[in-house]
Every structure is written in C-alpha cells, then in structure tokens.
C-alpha cells in the first residue's frame, strides 16, 4: 500500500517450525548430520519456489555475518550457531534460518505496508517445506515451538514504522502503551534488545496461541491503522503550532547530509529522519526509498564489505557522509 509509505517502512512475516520427534536445537549437541538434513530438505523445499543462494555460519566471515544481520536477512543469534545456516532468495525478500532458536524460521520481508502478500508468499515457502521435512505439530497446541509465545500458528507479523511526530510530540509512550494492552510489543530497529534509532519502531504480536494467520493479520491491521492516523494527525499538530521553525530543522537536517565530510551512523539516522520528514511535508524533494536505501548500506559492516576492506570508525563516518552526499549532490 503505497500511500501509507510516509509511516510504514516494511512488513515482515515470520513462521517458527521444528521438526517432530526432534529434541529442539538447544538440546541437540554435536547433531551434525541431522542438520545436514534439515539444510538439504530447506534448500530443496525454497529452491522449488525462486532462486535462491544457501550459506552455513561456519563457512563465513564474522564481516559477511555482520552484512545479513544489517540487511535483516539473519538474527544476531544465528551468526554464534556452530550448525546454523541460512537460505536467501536472489531478491533478499525471503529468508530461511535453520538451527536458530527454533529448528527452522521462515521469514519474508517486503517494502511498506504488504502484510497479505508477504503472508502469502512464506506460506508458499513453508508449505513446500511441510512436504519435505515433518513438523511437530498437536492438535490442541498447533505449531511446537522453542518459546511458548509462539505456540499456535507460529507466526509474528511485524511492520516497522517511522514514528518522527509521535516520538517528538512525546506521544509515543501512550502509544506504545495502548498496543501493548492490544497484544502487540514495540521493539527498535534491530528487534528485541535494540533501540529505536531514526524514529523508528517495530510492532509485532506477542503471542500466536489461540489465534489463526487470518485474525493475526486482521488485528495488526487495526493497530497499524490506528497508529498511522495517529502519526499523520500529530505531523499536522506538530507543522501548525511550530511552522518555521520545524521547518528551519528539517532544512538544517538536509544541509548537513549534503555537505557533512564524516557522519557517525546514530547521527545519521536522526538526521535522515528529519529528512524523510522534510519529504513527506513536502518541504524537500527526495526519492524517499532512495533515502530509506541509506539505512543499510550506510551500517558498519556494509560499509566495510562496499570498501573491501576492514574500516576504522573514523573512516567508515568518513565513507557514510560521502555515500550520502553523492545520493543527494543533484537535489536542490
């Protein structure tokens, strides 16, 4: 949905599965051929639905490692797995973890706000690996999994939102609030543990037991409509009572990505935030998923993977500040 791009940055499915009969991945030891089995009948099952390229923990870079968690394709705790591996599609839209927390997590992340269609294509994926591999799954319960919360459908859906005028206004703290009293968590940009950089949050359900795919989605869709509204009415508030004066930061904002020679990443983030803004107000004109494309390729690792080489802090702030301005170097 393209018109609520100015609030929702992407969606993501996810669907936790273990196999039956197996003891979960935290009390398996030393189990290598089995999860030879699981990386074969993964790989098998994704490769029949797009082209797709398959990496085990063990065979990469702590620097390549680094790059998938940036890109959202890995968790933090799937680069220490010593049997961990993944399966990523060519477009990096679908990803498969095996022998994370759970012995297989599927996920699919898509740009805006495309709950339906990225439900329906990990599905695809997971029935493909339901044909291969044998889940656990009872009858009552629904899906096995490591954590309890994810009994059931064994499914998050998340979006991460782009909150600026909540989180300014101080408005953002009932907000969270009142989804927490819906069922839903906020969490930062890199998931559970992380803070919100860049005005960014992301909302995802906090249980699944009890509830089928179909009331999952239809009540995320009521909080995410609800908070979108809530932020477009707080940008209005916020462009009536401070004019110019939200303005003047907002240009300040853009003139230092345009014209900074080093940019330490959390300075960057606040500052492309204020720019985004900028954009929707219409106060600058941007390609706003050229911008919201920084995010990534402007985090430690890539940059350092884009270089080829190992980069101090002082030279990646260096490397991020160029990359930005030659994105922007043709807008006036």
């Known amino acids: 949905m393209d018109y609520m791009k100015d609030v929702v940055f992407s969606t993501r499915i996810r669907l936790a599965r273990n196999i039956k009969d197996l003891p979960f991945p935290h ?3 030393g189990e290598e051929e089995i999860y030879g089995v699981l990386m074969k009948g993964v790989e098998q099952a994704v490769s029949k639905l797009m082209k797709a390229d398959f990496y085990k923990m063990s065979d990469m870079d702590e620097l ?17 797995s010593q049997y961990g591996a993944v399966v990523v599609s060519k477009n990096e839209d679908v990803s498969v973890m095996i022998n994370e927390e759970d012995h297989i997590r599927e996920q699919c992340i898509m740009d805006g706000y495309a709950p339906e269609q990225a439900y329906q294509t990990i599905a695809a ?3 493909e690996i339901g044909k291969v591999l044998v889940v656990a799954h009872d009858e009552k319960l629904g899906y096995l999994n490591t954590c309890p919360t994810n009994l059931g459908a064994g ?3 998340s979006v991460m ?3 600026p005028a909540l989180s300014m206004s101080g408005a953002i703290g009932s907000i969270i609030r009142a989804i927490q009293d819906l069922g839903f968590t906020t969490r930062g940009v890199y998931g559970e543990g992380s803070k919100a950089q860049g005005f960014m949050y992301q909302i995802s359900n906090q249980a699944a037991i009890g509830q089928s795919e179909r009331q999952i989605l239809d009540r995320l869709n ?12 707080a940008r209005s508030n ?18 230092t990505l345009k014209y900074a020679a080093m940019m330490s990443s959390e300075e960057f983030m606040e500052l492309l935030a204020l720019v985004k803004w900028g954009v929707c107000e219409h106060y600058i004109d941007a390609d706003m998923d050229k911008l919201n494309s920084l995010i990534t390729v402007t985090q430690p690792a890539m940059l350092c993977k884009l270089a080829g080489k190992k980069l101090g802090a002082d030279e990646r702030d260096v490397a991020r500040a160029a990359m930005v301005r030659n994105l922007l170097k043709d807008r006036q």
């Open 161 to 163: 939102l782009f909150l």
């Open 222 to 233: 009521g909080v995410v409509m609800k908070i979108v509204d809530a932020e477009r009415q």
């Open 155 to 157: 499914m998050r859906a």
């Open 64 to 80: 390549t490692k680094q790059t998938l968690v940036e890109k959202h394709l890995i968790s933090p705790g799937l680069t220490q």
């Open 27 to 29: 009390r398996l030891s």
């Open 125 to 127: 994926v997971d029935k």
């Open 238 to 255: 916020l462009a009536k009572t401070q004019g110019v004066k939200l303005k003047d930061k907002i240009m300040r904002a853009y003139g």
